[in-house]
């Protein structure tokens, strides 16, 4: 089982550029979340898709920001008009089922906008 | 919504001594508690979890206790060595609603040789 794979694991943007981010869960998991990581601070929950559909988007900002997980394919965290402050890294994790069952977690893409 | 407070922000133990790191949280709904490890510049890895029919759990040098009434839980690891420096996070899950984990601001384990 390969894991969670996330890429790229570095994405440099100048502002106001767009970031894409991917995530491919860990097979037979149909959950995926996404966290956002500041440095030397924890982790913020952002999103939660299950194939086709957002469950949770309540951490995501309303603006700029935009998650998506398609019937194929993988989940795609998407920023628009990236800012100096978006500048993180970025989890994604995946679980077969939500209830009691652990996150698995991918090795994050680090964002850096200059 | 859940919170989760985490104590201490920094802790430095000599190796073979104990560790112990606290959380608490503000959802008695809450029903699952994970802790997970990041090494620096790594993804963050579960080292153990418990759920709230159980009030401790034990593998190896690693002990999770959970009091449910006080709404908080605890990590404890035991023979410290220098690897187990990192920083640890906790997390709780609320029953129902979207089953995310909220995850404590996490606690930088320094395990001196």
């Known amino acids: 089982n390969a894991g969670v794979m996330q890429n790229p694991r570095h994405l440099v943007r100048r502002r106001g550029q767009e970031a894409r981010l991917r995530c491919s869960p860990m097979?037979?998991?149909?959950?995926v979340y996404w966290y956002r990581q500041l440095p030397e601070e924890g982790l913020k929950f952002m999103v939660y898709?299950?194939?086709?559909?957002?469950?949770?988007e309540s951490g995501m900002p309303k603006e700029r920001f935009s998650a998506e997980f398609p019937k194929e394919g993988p989940s795609i965290l998407r920023i628009q008009q990236v800012v100096r402050g978006d500048s993180a890294a970025y989890f994604c994790?995946?679980?077969?089922?939500?209830?009691?069952?652990?996150?698995?977690f991918g090795n994050g893409t680090r964002l850096t906008v200059t | 919504g859940e919170n989760v407070e985490q104590h201490p922000s920094t802790l430095s133990v000599q190796e073979g001594d104990s560790a112990v790191i606290k959380c608490t949280y503000s959802d008695s709904a809450s029903n699952y508690f994970p802790w997970y490890k990041q090494e620096l510049g790594k993804r963050p890895q579960l080292i153990i979890d418990i759920r709230s029919n159980v009030g401790e759990k034990k593998d190896q040098r690693i002990a999770v206790t959970l009091n449910k009434t006080a709404k908080h839980f605890s990590l404890h690891i035991t023979e410290t060595q220098p690897e187990d420096s990192a920083v640890y996070f906790c997390?709780?899950?609320?029953?129902?609603?979207?089953?995310?984990?909220?995850f404590g601001k996490g606690t930088k384990l320094t395990v001196n040789p």
């Open positions: 997390a709780a899950r609320p029953q129902g609603g979207s089953e995310k984990l909220v």
């Open positions: 097979k037979g998991h149909s959950h």
């Open positions: 898709l299950q194939k086709e559909n957002i469950i949770d």
């Open positions: 994790a995946s679980s077969p089922s939500g209830a009691n069952s652990p996150l698995h």
